[in-house]
């Protein structure tokens, strides 16, 4: 089946400074154990903090859909800014958080990505897709940012009917220090696809009627500067968000 939808680079409408805090638990470590930890330092930390960031809590959602099943994060701390310089004021907070938890993560499954985040299609949920891309090898970062927003953004508002964003972890010098903070070491993907839906209903909406043809054309068109040998993403319940220190 051919698709019959026309592609046009959809209007960036929103931009954010993003950091992501993404952990994986030790081997002898449950991950519900480190959610637990996460939940009551990261809340209590950010929470007497007088910022105007937005912080948020994300804990793994074990679904059939998951993509990359087993090949992600078990838990990711987000946190936003409207200046891209203030994000490095959030350090001390990472810095006590990194303290409190470095003990439960397996560092070489952990680490931080930090940038900007680019809103094409309005809209939030409590469930989010969070999935990560790698460049080609031969191609620079500066050269996928620039792909990744134009053209190839242009598939995603039509591959699904869900908010999308991307996430473009350009900062990579405060990423490695945020990931420094708890042993972390993950930090190298070229940033994020975000999707986010209501419940696992509007999910299963959303992935239905999909067209074919489009699906492989996004594929395709992914194939040319993606590596996709190394797509890390998994479903995430948005578990608690603090705004500027309150609920």
């Known amino acids: 089946m051919s698709s019959t939808v026309a592609l046009n ?109 680019y809103t094409f299609l309005q809209g939030d949920g409590d469930l989010r897709l969070v999935y990560f891309l790698h460049p080609k090898a031969d191609w620079a970062l500066d050269d996928f940012w620039t792909y990744w927003i134009n053209p190839h953004s242009a598939f995603g508002p039509v591959l699904q009917d869900a908010p999308y964003r991307q996430f473009h972890n350009r900062d990579r010098a405060l990423a490695a220090r945020f ?24 999910l299963a909406r959303a992935s239905a009627n999909r067209d074919p043809g489009l699906i492989e054309a996004g594929a395709a068109d992914t194939a040319h500067y993606v590596d996709t040998t190394r797509d890390t993403g998994n479903f995430f319940w948005v578990q608690r968000t603090i705004v500027g220190g309150h609920d």
Do not use: C
């Open 9 to 117: 680079v959809p209007a960036i409408t929103q931009r954010v400074a993003k950091a992501q805090l993404l952990f994986n638990a030790a081997a002898e470590v449950a991950p519900l154990e480190l959610d637990a930890r996460l939940a009551e330092s990261g809340d209590t930390i950010f929470a007497s903090l007088p910022t105007r960031a937005t912080y948020r809590r994300l804990y793994r959602a074990d679904l059939p859909a998951n993509p990359k099943a087993g090949n992600g994060f078990d838990s990711i701390i987000e946190l936003e800014v409207d200046d891209p310089v203030a994000l490095s004021d959030l350090t001390v907070f990472v810095d006590e958080l990194g303290a409190d938890v470095r003990e439960l993560i397996d560092p070489g499954r952990s680490g931080a990505a930090a940038g900007v985040e």
């Open 179 to 202: 990931g420094e903070s708890f042993g972390g070491e993950y930090l190298d993907a070229g940033g994020a696809v975000h999707r986010f839906y209501r419940d696992t209903d509007d």
